[in-house]
T-cell receptor, first 114, second 114 residues
Framework: GNSVTQMEGPVTLSEEAFLTINCTYTATGYPSLFWYVQYPGEGLQLLLKATKADDKGSNKGFEATYRKETTSFHLEKGSVQVSDSAVYFCALPYGSSNTGKLIFGQGTTLQVKP | DAGITQSPRHKVTETGTPVTLRCHQTENHRYMYWYRQDPGHGLRLIHYSYGVKDTDKGEVSDGYSVSRSKTEDFLLTLESATSSQTSVYFC?????????????FGPGTRLTVT
């Protein structure tokens, strides 16, 4: 079945540094891929998504490209801010197509220091 | 923001007592999910619903039951709480499973079983 592997954290960066959080997946076909973000004390919220191979999802300065050759969907941001401190989850669908189920990576904690 | 509320937001209970968590949505979405979040495990699906009175098990369903008698409400019950069920519980909703898979999350319920 589908699975996702995410780089372990925590990741600690200084403000304005470049961010990469790695995500690789195993899947049948080419499912949509997602990045979710969880700010302290809150639920997850969708950060960006890509619905087909070679698509680039982007939002709030974050980007991720759906690369089928390397089965990867790495999250990047050119200049992080303290407000980006959060836990980031990579996710993709699994199971029957009529259930909407998602499988999530372990989560990567990002801490940005001023 | 998607209209999802969870109640209670915090609960402390004793081992062996029954506990019911409520998820309420105002979006009229068909699909609803219960997850638990634990350090080192990311998010794990407990149960999900694909319509009124239609529910199914997720990957960690033992010790939990659910009910959905109305589109807007999805209840999670711990019949006899154990310390291993201490966790943060999230409800999520989704409108269109087959073509979107985007899920919207509630704010979470922190449950402590002593």
């Amino acid at each position: 079945g589908n699975s996702v592997t995410q780089m372990e954290g925590p990741v600690t960066l200084s403000e304005e540094a470049f961010l990469t959080i790695n995500c690789t997946y195993t899947a049948t076909g080419y499912p949509s891929l997602f990045w979710y973000v969880q700010y302290p004390g809150e639920g997850l919220q969708l950060l960006l998504k890509a619905t087909k191979a070679d698509d680039k999802g982007s939002n709030k300065g974050f980007e991720a490209t759906y690369r089928k050759e390397t089965t990867s969907f790495h999250l990047e941001k050119g200049s992080v801010q303290v407000s980006d401190s959060a836990v980031y989850f990579c996710a993709l669908p699994y199971g029957s197509s009529n259930t909407g189920k998602l499988i999530f990576g372990q989560g990567t904690t990002l801490q940005v220091k001023p | 923001d998607a209209g999802i509320t969870q109640s209670p937001r915090h609960k402390v209970t004793e081992t062996g007592t029954p506990v019911t968590l409520r998820c309420h949505q105002t979006e009229n979405h068909r699909y609803m999910y219960w997850y638990r979040q634990d350090p080192g495990h990311g998010l794990r699906l407990i149960h999900y619903s694909y319509g009124v009175k239609d529910t199914d098990k997720g990957e960690v369903s033992d010790g939990y039951s659910v009910s959905r008698s109305k589109t807007e409400d999805f209840l999670l019950t711990l019949e006899s709480a154990t310390s291993s069920q201490t966790s943060v519980y999230f409800c999520a909703i989704s409108g269109v499973a087959q073509t979107d898979y985007e899920q919207y999350f509630g704010p979470g319920t922190r449950l402590t079983v002593t």
